[in-house]
């Protein structure tokens, strides 16, 4: 899991997004992710699964957000964000 979090930090941090805030569990973690352009992202990602969830947010707190949308992590960086 903590190679999924670093990769992940390192793969946003590239693209200039900000404000990454992680929440761990037993086998799954989450976080939230501003882009450049101000728009919050969702993420999470469960043991077992090869792909990440992601979707828009409204904020910090917003658990609800946006459509789901599902990235492998090769897609990670080409991913489109708003």
Request: one cysteine or more; aromatic letters at 18%; hydrophobic letters at 30%.
């Amino acid at each position: 899991m903590e190679n999924h979090i670093k990769f992940i930090r390192s793969t946003l941090k590239k693209r200039s997004c900000s404000n990454i805030k992680v929440g761990r569990g037993h086998e799954y973690f989450s976080l939230f992710f501003t882009t450049p352009t101000g728009q919050v992202y969702y993420m999470s990602w469960h043991d077992g699964n090869y792909t990440y969830l992601i979707r828009t947010a409204e904020h910090y707190k917003d658990w609800r957000g946006g459509s789901n949308m599902w990235v492998h992590p090769h897609e990670l960086e080409s991913f489109r964000l708003k």
